[in-house]
């Protein structure tokens, strides 16, 4: 059974930075892309960075220049460095994994990030 495991959600001020970890267990493969998604309320989820085997990463522009995706992918583990964070920015962000060629993604149960004003 696959798990993905977020962690270091929180509250931080208008301009702060937090650090995100995802990290997958339960599996005995490498997984092949590793994504981070966020969720606002009455908002739909959307794709924040999402990095690939090889290190190919790839931003939204709402967040290119002040989130940094990294991690080493073959361990299953990725991170999300978030700075000059702004109020926008609040949502439930979720990890998600999945191989070349397959059109399911794996989640993680989300880690909340609030960004005051």
Do not use: H
Request: proline share 2%; with cysteine; hydrophobic share 35%.
């Amino acid at each position: 059974q696959v798990q993905l495991v977020e962690s270091g959600g929180g509250l931080v001020q208008a301009g702060g930075s937090l650090r995100l970890s995802c990290a997958a267990s339960g599996i005995s493969f490498s997984f092949n892309i590793m994504s981070w998604y966020r969720q606002a309320p009455g908002k739909q989820r959307e794709v924040v960075a999402t990095i690939t085997t090889g290190g190919y990463t790839q931003y939204s522009d709402f967040v290119r220049g002040r989130f940094t995706i990294s991690g080493d992918i073959g361990k299953n583990t990725i991170y999300l460095q978030m700075n000059d964070l702004k109020p926008e920015d609040t949502a439930v962000y979720y990890c998600a994994a999945t191989l070349f060629g397959r059109d399911r993604y794996d989640w993680g149960q989300g880690t909340q990030v609030t960004v005051s004003s």
